[in-house]
Antibody, heavy 117, light 110 residues
Framework: EVQLVESGGGLAKPGGSLRLSCAASGFTFSSYGMNWVRQAPGKGLEWVSFISSSTTYTAYADSVKGRFTISRDNAKNSLLLQMNSLRDEDTAVYYC??????????WGQGTLVTVSS | QSVLTQPPSVSGAPGQRVTISCSGSSPNIGSNNVYWYQHLPGTAPKLLIYRNNQRPSGVPDRFSGSKSGTSASLAISGLRSEDEADYYCAAWDDSLSVHVFGAGTKVTVL
């Protein structure tokens, strides 16, 4: 069974940092690109970042570019999102999701990040 | 302001057919595949349509997708109460090099 489990969310101050993790199991993690998607309170879905299976390609939403860094450890079946210089508007539920372009989508349960002083 | 434009809401009676539009432009819908997601509060989003008109395994054939030029649409036929949710279109944008979601459409079953 495919499972994606996020962790690392919590409360951070503006300007602070958090690191989100996503533990993957039930599939060959190293064969799939991975995404982070977020939903702020009362708002719609926002794609945050993507990393290719071999880490050669990464992409970021303009809203997080230069502040967030996506990475992965294929040996540990783990996806990471390092979030620096956090802003109030980064408050959201963050989901990790397997590449959906093949028609099979898997998402984590989400982890809440709250940025507040 | 999303580069993909969806109506904020659509509604229909049980059994009816509703359509959700998604208007984009050449770098996104015009050049790439469109994806549709269903999102219920407190749950993870669910892929309904991929590659414009393909249904993932397990998605009822009441859901169908289409694309023409720089626009796409999702149709839900035989509307059911459990279809009440938010629906999002999405596509890769070649000029922005980002994956973009529409702002979402809330479907209400009357």
């Amino acid at each position: 069974e495919v499972q994606l489990v996020e962790s690392g969310g919590g409360l951070a101050k503006p300007g602070g940092s958090l690191r989100l993790s996503c533990a993957a199991s039930g599939f060959t993690f190293s064969s799939y690109g991975m995404n982070w998607v977020r939903q702020a309170p009362g708002k719609g879905l926002e794609w945050v970042s993507f990393i290719s299976s071999s880490t050669t390609y990464t992409a970021y939403a303009d809203s997080v570019k230069g502040r967030f860094t996506i990475s992965r450890d294929n040996a540990k079946n783990s996806l990471l999102l390092q979030m620096n210089s956090l802003r109030d508007e980064d408050t959201a539920v963050y989901y990790c999701a397997r590449d959906w372009t093949t028609g099979e989508d898997y998402w984590g349960q989400g982890t809440l990040v709250t940025v507040s002083s | 302001q999303s580069v993909l434009t969806q109506p904020p809401s659509v509604s229909g009676a049980p059994g009816q057919r509703v359509t959700i539009s998604c208007s984009g432009s050449s770098p996104n819908i015009g050049s790439n595949n469109v994806y549709w997601y269903q999102h219920l509060p407190g749950t993870a989003p669910k892929l309904l349509i991929y590659r414009n008109n393909q249904r993932p395994s397990g998605v009822p054939d009441r859901f169908s997708g289409s694309k023409s030029g720089t626009s796409a649409s999702l149709a839900i036929s035989g509307l059911r109460s459990e279809d009440e949710a938010d629906y999002y279109c999405a596509a890769w944008d070649d000029s922005l090099s980002v994956h973009v979601f529409g702002a979402g459409t809330k479907v209400t079953v009357l």
